[in-house]
């Protein structure tokens, strides 16, 4: 969802729109820190879910499993992009207008969202003094990504998925590996999204 809001960006930002040229400017920066990030994890986590059968060669998981370090390699490494979002912070202000005023689109919709909105406001303004700035900067591309995450995921997506992310990923409430969301959750209609309509 993040990549598509993203893409829509781009397209209406070489439209002429500018604060949605605004907005990607910052939500890609960040969100390519985050999302390639998670990748080594999520591929080692569907590896296993193949069991045996996903470490063999033949499943093509090993080469998923060791192709993934590369998305955050190239295109801008992890160090790279997260630097990107504070030079984008420091040198261009209306991204980050843009940025929560695509955010306040959800607010109020969930009580988890709009305290990690809180938190983001806080987090951001320690960031005057450079050396700090630079020791947040990970910490900072990861929750602007989380939250524009969650803001997306209630404004459009399966309420179940929307609840899941603002629990786990805004609320804190998981362990630190997959497969950690909180007993309540409604998983059918989470699985329902991930399952193939042709491989039923
Ligand atoms: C398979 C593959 C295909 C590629 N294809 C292309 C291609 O088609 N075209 C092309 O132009 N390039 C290509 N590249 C190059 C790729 O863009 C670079 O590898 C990438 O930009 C990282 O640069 P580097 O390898 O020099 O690593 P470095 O820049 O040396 O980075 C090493 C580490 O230092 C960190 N680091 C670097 N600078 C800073 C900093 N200022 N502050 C803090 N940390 C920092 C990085 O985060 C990283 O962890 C390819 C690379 C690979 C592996």
Redesign the pocket.
């Known amino acids: 969802m993040l990549a598509m809001r993203l893409a829509a960006a781009l397209d209406r930002s070489e439209a002429g729109d500018a604060q949605e040229g605004a907005l990607r400017r910052l939500g890609l920066a960040a969100g390519k820190y985050w999302v390639c990030k998670r990748g080594s994890a999520h591929a080692a986590e569907a590896l296993e879910c193949l069991g045996g059968n996903g470490y063999v060669e033949e499943s093509g998981m090993p080469r998923l499993y060791r192709e993934a370090p ?1 998305l ?9 992009a997260a ?1 990107d979002v504070l030079r984008a912070l420091t040198r261009e202000p209306a991204a980050l207008e843009a940025y929560f005023a695509e955010v306040s689109l959800a607010a109020g919709a969930d009580a988890r969202l709009d305290a990690a909105v809180t938190r983001l406001r806080t987090l951001l303004g320690e960031l005057s003094d450079p050396h700090r700035a ?1 020791l947040l900067a990970r910490r900072v591309a990861e929750q602007l990504t989380l939250v524009l995450q969650g803001s997306l995921l209630v404004r459009h997506s399966t309420p179940a998925v929307a609840d899941a992310f603002c629990a786990s990923r805004l609320g804190g409430d998981w362990g630190q590996a997959f497969g950690t969301l909180p007993p309540g959750t409604d998983l059918g209609p989470v699985l329902e999204r991930a399952v193939l309509k042709d491989a039923r």
């Open positions: 590369l955050s390699i190239w295109e801008g490494s992890g160090n790279v630097l630079q």
